[in-house]
């Protein structure tokens, strides 16, 4: 490919998935921020290596057959060995390619959710909020990081999952929750990515300044009327419309970020490249799960991003996503998390394991595959990438099964099996991850320090 796949156009883009691999090659790159170019388009980002940050998370946990069980051997999904002698079981043998690359941790959960509700734990997986408090749920580890590297990228964040939305308290389809802890809407499908990412809008800029403008007007005539009814309300009131004027800021900010854009060339990504109008149920789940993950690859080569949190599998016995093992030819996925007791249960769940494994270790192929644009290394290294559940086994909100991968350029250390206590808290671990990116925190949620197990 060429830099001919780039246009100047002064136009809106939006988001976007794909599902065909796309050549991963630095002419996909922004060229105003491509290593090696000289330019100065892009002002003091010019040059800057990004940091990268990814979440993916599947609900309803995974097959932990207990010693002696005939499913123990294959189908238990944590390894049964610890540090670096450890080897995969069948459920995850696809990550084998990668094994120095990435880390399995067990132990970790978040304390102040082991006794939820457990359809509910996608919605706290990022911010290990506490669901009995007054004010809801609080800030997500990718916003904190989002909110840290600002302007750098055209967005500041990608938010996606399967069923799109936010769902509701009960049953979550976002991981990403804003400042306030409001849940943040996430995309669905490759098509409704693919026009939020990559779809040039057909007004003209003139139009779209037009449109910013009279965005504007509207918030600027809010923050008067909501001074005066602070005033007359009783104080249980002013905090949840504090929460609301922090969300007019905040869209205030993002208008002003997406004018700030307009003048900076935009990669064109041909629609060609990718699979866009797939039906997980009817098209088969996998060239879906591929798609989105592609999305994510696409995001991250162009530059378009550096913040992605993706909820593949949510856990309302009711989602899109629940259906996904019936294309294997196994139970409905709610069936497979209850019925692991019956005869060839916890292989069936195992199975399903397999399969989600075996998507994700395609997305770190592509990521270790592609030379990264912008700094030294692959994508992979340059990005850190999460993947787990916020459940054990039977919805048990303990021991969450998790895969830490990436970021070796970031001083994380791989190769491992490490187990720890249950007094670790998982906020430390999204505490690591955001200071090995640089974000100044000391503290993350209700977290107790860093874990220096994960650090060269």
């Not at 069923?163 to 509701?168: L, M, S, T």
């Not at 909100?397 to 250390?413: D, I, M, Q, S």
Request: charged fraction near 20%.
């Amino acid at each position: 490919m060429s830099r001919g796949l780039f246009s100047d156009r002064r136009s809106f883009l939006k988001a976007g998935g794909t599902s065909l691999l796309l050549p991963a090659l630095s002419s996909l790159a922004y060229p105003a921020y491509a290593k090696n170019t000289g330019s100065s388009e892009a002002g003091s980002l010019a040059g800057t290596p990004p940091k990268r940050l990814c979440f993916v998370f599947f609900g309803m946990g995974v097959s932990l057959p207990p010693e002696g069980h005939v499913a123990h051997k294959d189908w238990h999904w944590f390894p049964h060995q610890l540090g670096s002698d450890y080897k995969f079981n069948k459920s995850l043998e696809a990550l084998e390619p990668y094994k120095s690359k990435l880390s399995v941790l067990s132990g970790l959960s978040h304390p102040r959710t082991r006794t939820m509700y457990s359809h509910s734990t996608g919605g706290y997986f990022l911010s290990a909020a506490d669901p009995e408090a007054p004010g809801g749920n609080s800030i997500s580890a990718d916003q904190v990081y989002a909110n840290h590297i600002g302007g750098e990228t055209r967005y500041p964040f990608i938010t996606m999952s399967t069923e799109g939305g936010v769902g509701d308290f009960r049953e979550p389809h976002t991981m990403s929750y804003s400042g306030t802890g409001q849940p943040i809407p996430s995309v669905a499908g490759p098509r409704g990515l693919f026009n939020e990412l990559f779809s040039v809008q057909n007004a003209g800029r003139e139009a779209i300044e037009r449109q910013y403008g009279r965005d504007r007007s509207i918030l600027d005539s809010l923050v008067p009327d909501l001074k005066k009814l602070n005033a007359s309300l009783p104080s249980e009131d002013k905090a949840r419309l504090e929460q609301y004027a922090t969300a007019v800021r905040s869209l205030e900010s993002r208008i002003a970020r997406a004018q700030s854009w307009l003048d900076v060339p935009k990669p064109v990504v041909p629609e060609s490249q990718f699979v866009l109008d797939v039906d997980p149920i009817k098209d088969g789940p996998t060239q879906f799960i591929d798609s989105m993950f592609q999305l994510i690859h696409t995001a991250f080569v162009t530059d378009s991003t550096r913040v992605a949190s993706y909820a593949l599998v949510e856990e309302s016995p009711g989602a899109v996503a629940c259906r996904f093992p019936e294309a294997l030819g196994l139970p409905h996925h709610h069936s497979i998390s209850h019925d692991f007791n019956s005869e060839g249960g916890y292989e069936r769940w195992g199975r399903y394991d397999q399969y989600l494994a075996q998507r994700f270790a395609g997305f770190l192929k592509q990521m270790d595959e592609t030379d990264d644009p912008f700094a030294e290394g692959s994508l992979l290294d340059n990005t850190i990438i999460l993947f787990g559940s916020g459940t054990s086994t039977e919805h048990n909100p303990r021991n969450f099964p998790l895969v830490l991968a990436g970021g070796n350029n970031f001083g994380l250390k791989h190769g491992k099996h490490q187990r720890f206590e249950e007094d670790i808290p998982m906020s430390n671990l999204l505490l690591t991850l955001l200071q090995q990116l640089g974000t100044p925190v000391d503290k993350f949620a209700d977290s107790t320090g860093n874990i220096p197990e994960l650090l060269i």
